[in-house]
T-cell receptor, first 116, second 114 residues
């Protein structure tokens, strides 16, 4: 079956521009996660959705970052006034929900964002 | 806060060599421990896990044992193959905190040569 799909796979934007990154989770997965992976680092948690609502957005670095999941399926990560420090690979994952040690996360291939 | 420390890479081995990638952690409570693998051009995928002390996770010939006394979860494989070339991430979830939030190490790049 289809895995987690992220689009675009690569995005180059100029400093100060607005970007949207899309995630299509596995069908039937109620939990959705966004992580950010900077060069040479492991993925870092950004936000977690259970259904339509953001259950935990404590990892979003500042108020330029926002994510939505209006119908409980597709999610969009939105970054306003991009900065060069936002350059990273943005990973989306989904799961059946519940504790992550019982319900493994399935990751997409990521969107590589480059801010020039 | 919680943290995971992995051995620095890259690691380069010949086919059929023995592999160890060290991982230690710091966490309050009783974390669950994971190894994730990222093959070239693919997304992260769960390789194995252990949810309590002395548990051994295993998959595809890889093993790791949850050692609470040394706060470690080292990944081992007796005989690596070229197809094992990938980036390996150690990670934890702290059961005393958010049960959905993974904390990852920096990753270790493994290259296996024929």
């Amino acid at each position: 079956g289809a895995g987690v799909s992220q689009t675009p796979s690569n995005k180059v934007t100029e400093k100060g521009k607005y970007v949207e990154l899309r995630c299509d989770p596995i069908s039937g997965h109620t939990a959705l996660y966004w992580y950010r992976q900077s060069l040479g680092q492991g993925p870092e948690f950004l936000i977690y959705f259970q259904g339509t609502g953001a259950a935990d957005d404590s990892g979003l670095p500042n108020d330029r970052f926002f994510a939505v999941r209006p119908e409980g399926s597709v999610s969009t990560l939105k970054i306003q006034r991009t900065e060069r420090g936002d350059s990273a690979v943005y990973l989306c994952a989904s799961s059946l929900g519940g504790a992550a040690w019982d319900s493994p996360l399935h990751f997409g291939n990521g969107t590589r964002l480059t801010v020039t | 806060g919680d943290s995971v420390t992995q051995m620095e890479g890259p690691v380069t081995l010949s086919e059929e060599a023995f592999l160890t990638i060290n991982c230690t952690y710091t966490a309050t409570g009783y974390p669950s421990l994971f190894w994730y693998v990222q093959y070239p051009g693919e997304g992260l995928q769960l390789l194995l896990k252990a949810t309590k002390a002395d548990d051994k996770g295993s998959n595809k010939g890889f093993e790791a044992t949850y050692r609470k006394e040394t706060t470690s979860f080292h990944l081992e494989k007796g005989s690596v193959q070229v197809s094992d070339s990938a980036v390996y991430f150690c990670a934890l979830i702290n059961s005393g905190g958010s049960n959905y939030k993974l904390t990852f190490g920096k990753g270790t790049l493994l290259t296996v040569n024929p």
